[in-house]
């Protein structure tokens, strides 16, 4: 008698992650078990819920291999164009990313045990996008292409002013006030660069730490 087929967790995961990439909060447990082929209680019984099934898939080792992909395929950042085209790369992923982070945190704050290691670790999934993205500052830095400057800060500026505006507009549902995100991302590349532009800044060859 043959033993029944084991669907394994890396590829539910799998299916999940494309899916949660792909829509955001939108991708639905039924969609994603249809993807992996395994029944929707399957799901649940594996991982819970739907918040503990994307914690699973978007915190593990291949999501932070994704990350570092992702960003690094948006290509060098030398100049403001650049550097605006990445933000605008950077707030489309944090528009799907955020809700649905939000919403998997928010359903462990009662069971803290159960939050993945990925997230309480040395360098959960929020941090390997901001090394990642100091890595590529820092390259440019070094080749002469921006100004020397602390490449972490520079990274958490951008990533945190981001992830700041993202939740507003997310949480007052497009309630913007007076500032719309096209405005606040141009404004935002331009104060950014303006301090790693080395025309613009006579210390530009000397590392400020």
């Known amino acids: 008698m043959s033993r029944p087929v084991t669907i394994s967790n890396d590829t539910i995961l799998k ?92 359903s462990s704050r009662s069971h803290a045990d159960e939050v993945p290691k990925d997230l309480t670790g040395p360098e959960p999934a929020p941090l390997v996008a901001i090394h990642t993205l100091a890595a590529m500052l820092q390259e440019q830095m070094d080749a002469g292409h921006l100004a020397q400057r602390n490449a972490e800060a520079v990274a958490r500026t951008i990533i945190g002013s981001l992830w700041h505006f993202v939740f507003l507009e997310i949480v007052f549902d497009k ?13 935002l590349a331009r104060v950014v660069f303006g301090g790693i532009d080395p025309a613009h800044a006579p210390d530009g060859n000397r590392r400020v730490r």
């Open 15 to 106: 299916a999940a992650r494309a899916l949660f990439v792909a829509k955001g909060p939108r991708a639905t447990t039924a969609e994603i078990a249809a993807r992996a082929r395994v029944s929707e209680g399957m799901l649940f019984k594996r991982f819970g819920s739907k918040a503990g099934l994307h914690k699973a898939a978007m915190t593990s080792g291949i999501a932070r291999e994704w990350i570092e992909r992702q960003m690094r395929a948006q290509g060098p950042l030398r100049t403001r164009k650049d550097l605006a085209r990445f933000i605008r790369w950077e707030a489309d992923v944090l528009r799907n990313v955020v809700p649905v982070v939000t919403m998997a945190w928010a």
């Open 175 to 187: 309630a913007r006030g007076r500032l719309e995100g096209d405005t606040f991302m141009d404004e």
